[in-house]
């Protein structure tokens, strides 16, 4: 299944910001990141750590997800967070993310007991320690629209929608331009044999 990408601004500012990091290499360090640069995204923005047996537990886990919810996330398995039948496809996405050192964006519904579903939006970025790409993950996870409803209703579980791999080549207008480096030019000088 496939996605436009990214279409949530926040989604694509993390995406821009992961990938400058990043630079040439295949994920930029963990201890590189920093939260000021994206103190406007925190609320929607996780760390997990990278333990399928574990579920992914969440490191960090910003305000506004922790309110959509209904309780603090940190130290609970990411994968809780998902509807039984889209648990083993979400966990095929983080250690997919991991393994290929590569950027997941993928539409998703949040579940409500009494509201109507809200449409989300997932990024999940691998994070690089030591060169180990299977430590821990960057990610969002922001409704398409603030619902009515946050912090009065929680979503009980997430449906996992459409997915899509983000390399520059599906997704350019997503990645900042690399400074363009001088070209040496030919030089004709005027002159030649005399005589």
Aim: proline share 10%; charged share 25%; hydrophobic share 45%.
């Amino acid at each position: 299944m496939q996605i436009e990408p990214m279409k949530h601004p926040s989604s694509r500012e993390l995406f821009r910001y992961w990938t400058t990091l990043r630079g040439a290499r295949p994920a930029p360090e963990r201890d590189e990141l920093d939260p000021g640069a994206l103190r406007k995204i925190l609320g929607d923005s996780f760390v997990l750590t990278f333990d399928p047996a574990a579920g992914f537990p969440f490191r960090l886990a910003g305000t506004r997800l922790c309110g959509l919810a209904g309780r603090e996330l940190k130290g609970r398995a990411f994968v809780d967070l998902w509807d039984e039948e889209s648990r083993p496809l979400v966990t095929a996405l983080l250690g997919g993310a991991a393994d290929e050192a590569a950027a997941v964006a993928a539409g998703a519904v949040g579940l409500t007991d009494s509201e109507p579903p809200v449409p989300l939006e997932l990024v999940l970025l691998p994070l690089a320690h030591r060169r180990s790409l299977h430590e821990r993950l960057l990610g969002l996870l922001v409704p398409l629209e603030t619902p009515y409803w946050l912090g009065v209703s929680k979503v009980r579980a997430i449906r996992i929608g459409a997915f899509r791999n983000l390399t520059p080549w599906s997704a350019p207008s997503l990645v900042p331009a690399l400074p363009e480096r001088a070209r040496p030019r030919l030089v004709l000088l005027e002159g030649g044999r005399v005589g």
